[in-house]
């Protein structure tokens, strides 16, 4: 196996979590809301747009907090969350970039 080939392996692993947190629907959900919301939105509002407890978005506020698709941002006594899928964006690209090259040195 070449060298590329391992690399691009790798990349494949590397974005694993990335890719799973976008397999929940409410994650996705989430993002969205965030997205339509570049100020930010707290729990309970996320809560009200969607049929979950607070407890259960703000578990997945955390899990997507975690990979990097969103940040909070204190404003007075609460959290709101906003949309920074900067990092898995890159890591993402990279791999789309690594993939595309293997194709084309393959021709």
């Given amino acids: 196996m070449s060298q590329q080939t391992e690399d691009v392996l790798q990349q494949f692993k590397d974005c694993i979590p990335l890719l799973e947190m976008l397999t929940d629907e409410n994650r996705q959900a989430i993002i969205i809301l965030l997205a339509q919301n570049k100020s930010g939105l707290n729990v309970n509002t996320i809560s009200g747009h969607m049929n979950l407890s607070r407890p259960a978005v703000s578990h997945h506020l955390k899990v997507l907090k975690q990979s990097g698709y969103i940040k909070s941002e204190k404003k007075g006594v609460e959290n709101y969350y906003v949309l920074t899928v900067r990092k898995p964006l890159e890591q993402l ?9 293997a194709c084309n040195s393959a021709q």
């Fill in 93 to 101: 690209k990279s791999l789309i970039t690594s993939v595309e090259d």
